[in-house]
């Protein structure tokens, strides 16, 4: 039951930004479809400036609500380029490393770092990251960091490779915390790199091997800069119909796949 109204809750939210993409809506129209939507947050959805606190960008003009990255220049955009470390699953685990870096107009304008405290870092995690227990004692709490960095990604497009885990896992931490979940606009990296890079695979490693980029793997900072490449890769390959952010999410998730047949399934199938 708990798991279906989640999923509810996702649908309804999803829905409304459907529908938004469309068109602009009347005022009037849009406070009935976001209240119907987002009611259970608790907020005045008559109040445009409510939706920019949790990271919805929408214009208001003659009397009509739109997305305000439907409208926006690509080169006009901030894109929030992140990337966490946890400790285990959105269930079990806890961030305990957020890094981001903001891009506009191809060029980087912030950036955004800062481990997380968590009273205990299991060895595989070390292992993993290099990331230590002992190297969290001091650093900001849970809701401080969400709180910063919330700040930090304002209204940007929030980009990560495989999206729905870095936002997902913030946004259910804010909720925990007593929090709204973000509402920003979300574009998945290793969506757009399969529609932009030909490979067999689309793993953040894979991807700074065919691209060149040497950083550390697996901290929060470098794999965001590591995303952020790959953001910039895809920008060079967009076809002349994407000209918004929205028109770059859309083709992120809709235009054909370059993935490439794996040779080991190929020889299996010929055999």
Same mark, same amino acid.
């Given at each position: 039951?708990?798991?279906?109204?989640?999923?509810?809750?996702?649908?309804?939210?999803?829905? @409304?930004?459907?529908?938004?993409?469309?068109?602009?809506?009347?005022?009037?129209?849009?406070?009935?479809?976001?209240?119907?939507?987002?009611?259970?947050?608790?907020?005045?959805?008559?109040?445009?400036?409510?939706? @920019?606190?949790?990271?919805?960008?929408?214009?208001?003009?003659?009397?009509?609500?739109?997305?305000?990255?439907?409208?926006?220049?690509?080169?006009?955009?901030?894109?929030?380029? /992140?990337?966490?470390?946890?400790?285990?699953?959105?269930?079990?685990?806890?961030?305990?490393?957020?890094?981001?870096?903001?891009?506009?107009?191809?060029?980087?304008?912030?950036?955004?770092?800062?481990? /997380?405290?968590?009273?205990? /870092?299991?060895?595989?995690?070390?292992?993993?990251?290099?990331?230590?227990?002992?190297?969290?004692?001091?650093?900001?709490?849970?809701?401080?960091?969400?709180?910063?960095?919330?700040?930090?990604?304002?209204?940007?497009?929030? /980009?990560?490779?495989?999206?729905?885990?870095?936002?997902? @896992?913030?946004?259910?931490?804010?909720?925990?915390?007593?929090?709204?979940?973000?509402?920003?606009?979300?574009?998945?990296?290793?969506?757009?790199?399969?529609?932009?890079?030909?490979?067999?695979?689309?793993?953040?490693?894979?991807?700074?091997?065919?691209?060149?980029?040497?950083?550390?793997?697996?901290?929060?900072?470098? +794999?965001?800069?590591?995303?952020?490449?790959?953001?910039?890769?895809?920008?060079?390959?967009?076809? +002349?119909?994407?000209?918004?952010?929205?028109?770059?999410?859309?083709?992120?998730?809709?235009?054909?796949?370059?993935?490439?047949?794996?040779?080991?399934?190929?020889?299996?199938?010929?055999?």
């Amino acid at each position: 039951m708990i798991k279906l109204r989640k999923k509810q809750k996702v649908d309804k939210f999803a829905n @409304f930004i459907d529908i938004l993409k469309k068109a602009p809506l009347s005022r009037d129209v849009f406070v009935q479809i976001a209240g119907r939507a987002l009611g259970e947050y608790g907020f005045n959805v008559g109040e445009i400036e409510n939706f @920019f606190a949790l990271g919805l960008e929408l214009f208001e003009r003659e009397g009509h609500v739109g997305l305000a990255t439907a409208e926006r220049l690509l080169g006009e955009q901030e894109f929030c380029v /992140v990337d966490i470390e946890t400790t285990g699953s959105v269930r079990s685990g806890q961030i305990i490393e957020i890094g981001a870096i903001k891009l506009k107009g191809g060029e980087k304008i912030g950036h955004f770092s800062t481990l /997380v405290f968590a009273p205990q /870092v299991p060895p595989v995690i070390t292992e993993l990251t290099g990331i230590t227990s002992a190297m969290l004692i001091g650093a900001p709490s849970l809701a401080h960091a969400l709180c910063e960095f919330r700040r930090f990604l304002g209204q940007a497009v929030f /980009v990560a490779h495989n999206v729905s885990f870095d936002f997902g @896992f913030i946004s259910t931490s804010l909720v925990s915390l007593g929090q709204p979940p973000l509402f920003n606009r979300r574009l998945c990296t290793v969506e757009l790199a399969r529609r932009t890079i030909e490979s067999e695979r689309y793993g953040l490693d894979v991807l700074k091997e065919l691209l060149g980029i040497k950083n550390t793997h697996h901290r929060a900072y470098s +794999d965001a800069i590591s995303a952020g490449q790959i953001l910039l890769h895809g920008f060079k390959k967009l076809p +002349d119909w994407v000209h918004t952010p929205e028109d770059l999410i859309t083709f992120s998730k809709t235009a054909p796949s370059l993935q490439l047949e794996r040779e080991g399934i190929r020889e299996y199938i010929e055999f």
